[in-house]
Structure formats: C-alpha cells, structure tokens
C-alpha cells in the first residue's frame, strides 16, 4: 500500500457496514422514512461500483468503448431523474437538459486542452458533469412541479389576467427551480475553507502537487456550475412548456 491510499481488505468492509448501519439508524431515530433506501443505496453502490472496477480496464482501451460508457452513464442518469420528476414513461425528456448540461460543458473543456484528451481523463470528468447536471435536473423538475401543483390557484388567476400558460408557470415555478443550484453554489463558496471535495484529494492521492490538486478541483466544480445552470434553466422550460409533468 501506497502512502495516501486506500486499505482494502476486511476492516474497510467493516467499516462501511459500520457507516451504512449508522446512517440507517440516524434515518430511523429522526422518522425521515429513507432507511430502506440507504441500505439499498449502499448495497447498489458497492455491487456497481465493483462491476466498474472491473470492466474500467477494459473501457478505456478505445474511444469506441470510453464513448459507449459515457452514453450508459446518460441513460442511467436520465433514468433515475425521470422517476424522481415525474415517471420513466412520462420523464423521458429529461435526457435533454441532462445531455445538454453535461456534453456542452464536457466538450469546452475539452476542446480547450483542459483535460487531456484521453480516455482516462475524460471519462472521470464525464461522469462528474453527467451526475451534476443529473442532480440539477431532478431537484429543479421535482421542485418546479411541486409548486406548480402546490400554488395551482395562482396560476389560473395569472391565465385569467390574459397570461400564456409558459409565461404564467414560469411566473410560479421559476424561484423554487433555482434552488436547484443551491448545493453546488455553496460547495463552490466553501471550497478549501468547509470542504476537500474530491477532485482534490484524489489528484493528491495520485501524487500530484497541491496547486494541480486546486486547479483540478476549480475546474470540476466551475463546470459542475455551468452544466447544472444548464440543465436547470432547461428543466424548467420544459415543465413551464408542460412537456414535463406529472
């Protein structure tokens, strides 16, 4: 084992039994009804990424494979926001604001020379863009919906007084959809003074220096807020346009 790395071995894997059973707990002493979730959460994350470590080898050999990866990633990413938004068979637009967030972002960066371009260097930083613009999607969608639900009345007086349907959602939806950016707003703030989000310390664990470490960790986080931005400002005209509902 190298300096700054991980033990595998059995006292990892009681340690995160330890961790799950401790975050289930917490969920059952404060009645947030997600214990069930947690353990299926954790059980999901250890089989997948086991499943990851062992294909990653072979997936980065080609573009033709990298690229076939990164287009599972959206699909299971459009997925999982569809049925947190709305259904699979009636979300299945969110694969637009999605792809939008992510790829236009992914492809700045790496049509600059960012990022190397190779496939051990873009496939990380496709997966970051893919699950923040996967996060921005569902909470702007659930939280917009929610509200247009929540504060239907309104919108109706808003048609009455000779409002468009777009214009009189957008009119109701469009503050709640914005939190959407609030987690990533405050990680962006809070950077090196709360937190060493990952970008950072993995960049040390593999031995670069701290100011790589940084500059990696600005670039991830900057561009998780332009495709976030994206894929929320997207989110949202699609729920105002009601081609995204419930």
């Known amino acids: 084992m190298t300096q700054g790395t991980i033990s595998i071995g059995p006292v990892l894997a009681v340690v995160l039994g330890g961790l799950a059973l401790i975050a289930v707990a917490a969920a ?25 470590s062992l294909l990653i080898t072979a997936v980065l050999r080609s573009w033709w494979s990298t690229g076939g990866f990164v287009a599972v990633m959206l699909l299971v990413a459009a997925a999982t926001s569809a049925r947190r938004v ?43 863009l893919i699950g923040g613009a996967m996060t921005a999607t569902s909470l702007a969608g659930r939280r917009a919906l929610d509200e247009l639900r929540n504060r239907h009345s309104e919108y109706e007086a808003a048609l009455a007084l000779g409002f468009l349907p777009r214009d009189a959602a957008l009119e109701i939806c469009r503050p709640t959809a914005g939190q959407a950016l609030v987690p990533a707003l405050d990680q962006t703030r809070t950077v090196g003074l709360v937190t060493l989000p990952g970008a950072f310390v993995g ?22 807020l332009a495709a976030e931005a994206i894929a929320a400002a997207l989110t949202l005209e699609l729920v105002a346009r009601g081609l995204l509902r419930r």
Not at 28 to 52: E, F, N
Not at 214 to 224: D, E, K, M, N, Y
């Open 28 to 52: 059952a002493i404060g009645r947030l009804g997600v214990s069930r979730a947690v353990v299926t959460a954790s059980v999901r994350a250890v089989a997948q990424l086991a499943l990851v």
């Open 203 to 224: 960049v040390l664990l593999g031995g670069g220096s701290a100011v790589q470490a940084g500059a990696t960790q600005l670039l991830v986080l900057i561009g998780l």
């Open 86 to 128: 709305s259904t699979l068979r009636r979300g299945g637009l969110v694969l637009v604001p999605i792809v939008a967030g992510a790829v236009t972002t992914g492809l700045l960066i790496i049509a600059t020379g960012t990022v190397p371009p190779t496939e051990i260097a873009v496939l990380p930083i496709a997966g970051i």
